[in-house]
Structures are given as C-alpha cells and as structure tokens.
C-alpha cells in the first residue's frame, strides 16, 4: 500500500528575479512501513522534497499524496493539523524545547497539538522513553544530555503520536558514526516494531546502506533508486 | 491549560536576569501608580472634606438664577417661604440627608465706629449650620466657638483690616430689599479663619439677627445647605433630590429651584480635577513602562526562539495555539508583576499610614494623611497592567503564530 506518492512534483523558488528550480518533475512512491533514504549532496533537493512530504510546503507542480492527502490543497492550519496527526519530524540539530526535560519534550505533542488526557499521556510517553532506552534519563534537561541521547528522545517525541510517516532530516550529521548507526538502528526497530514509515535525508555515506530503499538526487531530479534487501519499495 | 501556563512561566525563567529586570520595573509602576493614587486621594478627600464641611456643605439649593447674580447677593432672589417649606418637606423624606442649614446671605456696612468697610454676611441657625458644615467652628481662630444672638463672628482679613477683637462692639448696616436701610449693633463673637472658595470670606449672624437687620416679617432664605449622610452617594442623592424638587415650576413654568454639589460651587474642584489628571497621567506612564518592557522582552523572545517556534510549528502545533503561547508568556509576568506590586503597595500604604504624615492646610494644621487604597482601585490597577501585558504580547506572538515553519527552522 502506497503512503506516498509523488508525480512529476516540481518545486520553484524565487530568488528576486531569477526562478530557481529546486525540484524537476520528480516520481516516486513509498510504501507504507518502508525505510527510506533520500540520498544526495548539499543543495541538491532533498530537503526541499522532505519538506514537501511534511506539509511544511506545497509543490508548485505536478501532485504529492501523503497518506491519501494532496499536500497542495492544505492550508496553513489543516497543513498543521495533518502533520500533528500523521507526521513526526526529526531534526538534524534534535530541535528539543531546551527548558523542558527528556520526559516533557515527548509529552509536549501530545499537549499542545493533540490534547490528549493526563492519564494517557503518561504511558505513551513512559513507552516510547522506554522503547529509546531513555527512560532513566526522563528528568534531564536537553543540555544535559548527549547527542545521541537528545537524538533518541527526538525519535521518541516524533513517535508518540503514532504517526504513519517519520521524517528525518540528516538526524546523524550532528552524531559520531557509531551512534549514528545505534540510532539508525533504533529507527529501524521501531519501524518493525510500530510499522511506522521511515523517510530521511543524508548525504553521510557511512549511513546510506542503512536504508533499505534509496532514492538519490542531483539537481532536484532523482536520479536512481535503488534496494538494499528492505521488505518494501519505491 | 496547567501545562500551556507551566511552561509560559518555564519560558519566561529561561532568561532569569531579563525577566526580572522586566518584573522588577513593572513591580515598580505598579507601587508608584497605588501609592500615589491613594497619597492624592487621601489629600483629596481631606480636602473636599475641609471645604464642604467648613462652609460650602455637599449640596446647596437656590433660586434659579441666584447663583449667577451671587455676587450681589440679590435679596430680591431670595426664596420664598412657600419654597423653602418645599425643599424642607422633600429634605425631611429623604433618608440619606443628614443635615441642612437655611442661609440668608446679604452685604453690608460694617462699622467700628472709626472706620467703615463692606462685609458679606450669612444669617444662620447656628445649631443646623454646625450640624451641616461641622468644621465651621473649628475655624473659629479667636473667640468661643458658638454663635450667639447679637454677636457676629467676623472673617479673619476684615477683623484684621478694622483693628476689630472679639467682644468689641460694631454696627452691621444693610438695605433691605424694599431699599430701606437698617443698622444693628453686635458683638464680636468671633475671629473666624478664611477659607478658599464662594463664602469662605463671608461673616456670621444670627438668623434672628438677620431677620431683625434687613426687616423680614419671616426668614427669606438665600440658600439651603445640605450635608448628606454618605459622601460616596453624592451624585446618586444629588440626582434624586434634583429630580424630586424640578418638578416645582414658577408661573412662567420655568423650574423654581437649583440645585448644586459643591463640585460647581468651589474652585478647589478644579484642583480635584488636576488631582484625577495628574493619576491619569501617571496610570499613563504605568502602561508605558509595561507596554514598552514586556513587549521588548517579548519580541527577544520571539528573535531568540525562531528555530524553536519553527520545530513546534513543523511537528503540527496550530497557528492560534502558538499565539496563545506567547500571549500566556506576556499575561503571566504582567499577573506575576500587577500581584507583588499590589502586595508591595499595600505594605507601602500601610508603613504610610503608620507613619502618620502630617500636613497643613490653611489654619488647619496636622492634618494626618492616611492614604489608602480602594480594593476596587487596585484591581482596576492590576486589570490594567495585565491587560497592557497582552496588548504588548500581541504582536510579537502574531509574528510567532504567522512564521513559516520552514524559515524558521532555517533560522540561525
């Protein structure tokens, strides 16, 4: 079952005057349940196409499906939405709310953009702390956590909504190589785990074997795609 | 909502030292505005006091059209018997009056036998008059306090003027208001303090006096002073008694009475008014200082936390949940600030009244200043502040709530 589908999706930016193409006409689906990596140097598209999975931004050509939603036809505050229910993002600087601890850090979707109840909160969130093995760091601060560490309970708060797409953008470029893989492997444990869809971005040749399809993009084209042996494919 | 205040107050701590700064300043304006809101309503309300309880009294009723001729205290315009049984009558029915003193107010010839000079004089009932302006005697600078038949208490400057003393002898002089002339001899009984205002220079007679000085078959009365039970109710008495007496109309059909508060009948109002602008003026600063300082600390909080705005936007928090956010962040140091500023200014109220400032006013002199602060007044204060707080937050959480998530997470 596909969960993403993009046609011909072109992205332009205006730079002044001068149009820049970040993505030509590209194609591709992802499976439900897959474990992805879009591969690619700086500048070559893949986080403009990682964000348009996201709903952070509409294409400006062709059609983009994420979980059967045509991302261009979502405002602002339904793009929000969508994304708080479907979508968990991890960042490649961990992005985590500094004044919360480990524990509030995950709960915080669930408050702010979920709503959902004290008394559930505390499992979910006591779950997935457990799943990323950061259950006795729950009471510490972001900058009292190592990188790999505030890593994990970035997985953790893109997961405890239970969405059904994960995407990471270069979530090891900031990690040694060995937790690196570590969180690598994680990700792909818990995708086996909550057959949660694993999309991410990395130009870290280290880690690219990791997935088990590649998509690799030049010049906001996608180039080849290939499969590492993973149970699903574009 | 627990967990959204939470972490406002988590955030607003994230930079201690900024936030205090903040804290302490609006702490500051809100001590400065109490303080001084209720140092300037004591003085007021002292003052207003010294002025209606000396000679104006709350609320006075006249002839229409005395008021405008008052400097001649015209005789001609006096009210007549039937009248004033009138306003007597609606007087004695209303539970909220205390008192009230008939007055009839005429000018004349005053005379040591050496020198002769003009003086204003009030004929009074001097037991009703006590009870209207009870601070009447308390002016009473030389001489016993109580008026008697056949004395006159004479104002201070014209005693002074005339070489008079109390218990010298003196002729009053007057025409009456058929044009013939009369003269009494009375006693000083008096040397009474001047106050400021319409009939703060004005001597004292005996009703009887009065009557017998300008031939009156009965008391033609100039004018009804009225002191009410609870000054607070000026304007609501005022308004009733008003409406009860318009309905008196002479043959022209035009009404017959006018009644006045003190607010129209002495210049100190106009200092009362400086009194409310000046408040106003300093309730003006408090809102600056705290619309200027939190919405500073607010727009650094949004600069500062463009990256962290972008990740809860990207991660599906609304738009509208994002301003609510930041306007929680303003709300809660402008409550935080307006409820140590409230605790702080009562404490500073308090050591001022124990204090136990006085001041002089006039002859008055040790008058005790005891300011205090209507809970009214200060929740108006803190209502204010706190309402500053989120008009100063509003734009910088629009900024927040409006950033497109991906430049914000592109954000250095």
Redesign the interface.
Known sequence: MELIVGHDVSKVYQNGEVPIKALKEVSFSIKKGAFVSFVGPSGSGKTTLL?LI?C??KPSGGRLLVAGMDVASLG??DA??????H???I?Q?F?L????TAYENVE??L????NIPASKRRKLVDDLLAAVGMSDQRNKRPDQLSGGQKQRVAIA??LV?HPDLVLADEPTANLDHDTAMSILGLMKRIRDELETTFVFSTHDTRIIGEAEVIYRIEDGVLKTSGNHGGRNNG | MA??IK?AG??LF?YKRRTLLTLSLIVIGVLFVTAFVAVTGSFKSMMIGQITDSFVGHIQIHRKGYLAAIESLPLTMNLKPGAVRKVEDVLKEMPEIEAYSQRIKFGGMFSNFIETTNIRLNGVDPELEAKTVPLLLSRVIEGEKALKKGEIFVPELLARGMKVKVGDIVVVIATNRDGSVNGKQLKVGAILESATGPGGRDGYVHMDDAVEILRMEEPEISEIAVRIKDFGALHKVFAVLTGKLSGALNKEGKPVFDVQTWEKLSPFYNIARMIDMMTLFVKIMLVAIVLISIMNVMIMAVYERV??I????????????ILA?FLLEGLLMGAIGAIIGGILSSGVIYALQMAKISFDFGRQTGLILSPAIDPAALLTISGIVIGVSILASLQPALKAARMD??EA?GHI
């Open positions: 964000n996201g952070l931004d602002k505050t929000a939405l969508f994304r708080g229910t979508i968990g993002f960042f600087s992005n709310i500094p004044i919360l915080y979707p408050i702010v953009v979920q708060r893109a909504t | 967990n959204l972490i988590r955030n994230r990256r962290e972008g990740t809860i936007a990207a991660i599906g928090t609304l738009p509208r949940k956010m998530p991906i997470l």
